[in-house]
């Protein structure tokens, strides 16, 4: 048995070192441009901060509008002393010298613009909820942004080589298919990498806009978010990869229903199990949020309904009677067969 399974172990080590040799020399490629991919990678964060520093700010305003609007703001030392400065200096420029009236008077505005900059600061101090909002990206670690970059270098390199890994997985599955069905290795790589680019593109422009604004805005009020760069991208790539992963859902189920090995009938019975299971894999691949899951969940249940119409196009679920005639015909072509190979041997003795 284990002599049957040599050729095929030795040539899923010769698929399997392709790809990692790929994936190699695409890192090495991405990583003479990683600051320009983590620049691509934290700006769904960095907009997300932004964005919650506004909300944050234009609700402390409101909030110390309403408050200013309903009491008067009381009155410390340090202000009555600058009014009454204020009033004595214009008092004393009314009657001075009219020499010495100019320089009095520039006294007195000067006491009135101390006054003005004394009541913005003690206003400012006793601000209701007020929150000063300065979230950052930090590193804790000393070879940080070292490790950072060789992260985000190895996820642009599994990207950049996606279609030559999928082209390998189809060289080691191909020894198995009929001539017809190997001549799908374009529509199966062209295909799986389309599908897996869309899958990232919808993560990084619907999903982490909305899961990062989310996170960060909870708790806000309280505490500022100093995010740690390391956690933050794999963080990132896990959902990146799992969005595009779980994007490649309808090539698969094609090509499962080409080799025959699936039908419609076959999706249609599985789908309660596979909402679970849907589901499922939403809450461990995406933030730990209601919001970011569904919106995981929901596109991959709409793939999976794609998955039964595409499969349903390729390998519908053929009644008892249809399969009873396909394989009479089977029979009947394989007699037929049969025959013309006698009568040739009768014609050629």
Do not use: C
């Given at each position: ?15 399997l070192?392709?790809s ?20 691509w ?37 340090a ?13 004393a ?63 642009a ?6 279609p ?41 422009y ?11 805005t ?8 100093f ?7 794999g ?12 994007f ?29 299971i849907?589901?499922?894999l939403?809450?461990?691949?995406t933030?730990?949020d ?18 039964i ?33 006698l ?7």
């Open positions: 048995m284990f002599d049957d399974l040599r050729p095929h172990l030795a040539e899923l080590r010769k698929r070192g392709l990692v040799l790929s994936v190699f020399i695409a890192f090495i490629i991405a990583f003479t441009f990683h600051n320009a991919i983590l620049s990678i934290t700006q769904p964060l960095n907009n997300a901060l932004v964005q919650v520093g506004r909300i944050i700010e234009s609700q402390d305003k409101a909030t110390w509008k309403m408050k200013t609007d309903e009491s008067n703001v009381t009155q410390t030392p202000m009555q002393a600058a009014e009454k400065l204020q009033h004595n200096l214009y008092a420029a009314k009657t001075a010298d009219p020499k010495l009236a100019p320089l009095l008077k520039n006294a007195a505005d000067a006491a009135k613009s101390l006054d003005e900059i004394i009541k913005k600061r003690d206003s400012a101090s006793a601000r209701p909820n007020h929150h000063n909002f300065e979230g950052k990206i930090t590193t804790h670690q000393v070879g940080g942004a070292f490790f950072v970059a060789l992260k985000v270098s190895f996820f390199g599994l990207l950049g080589a996606m030559f890994i999928l082209y390998q997985l189809w060289l080691f599955v191909a020894p198995g298919l009929y001539s017809n069905e190997k001549k799908m290795v374009i529509p199966f790589v062209v295909g799986g990498s389309v599908m897996f680019f869309i899958g990232v593109i919808f993560a990084y619907v999903v982490t806009p909305f899961g990062f604004q989310f996170l960060i909870f708790g806000s009020f309280l505490y500022t978010p995010i740690n760069i390391e956690d933050y991208v963080f990132f790539t896990k959902i990146m990869l799992g969005f595009g992963i779980a490649e859902l309808p090539v698969f189920a094609y090509f499962l229903a080409l080799l025959g090995l699936v039908t419609d009938r076959t999706l249609i019975d599985f789908f309660k199990y596979a909402i679970v849907i589901f499922l939403a809450a461990l691949l933030p730990p209601i919001l970011t899951q569904l919106l995981m969940a929901a596109p991959l249940v709409l793939l999976y309904g794609i998955s119409i595409i499969v349903r196009m390729v390998n519908p679920e053929k009644s008892d009677e249809e399969e009873e005639e396909e394989e009479e015909n089977d029979n009947n072509k394989e007699e037929e067969a049969k025959r013309q190979a009568l040739d041997e009768l014609d050629n003795p």
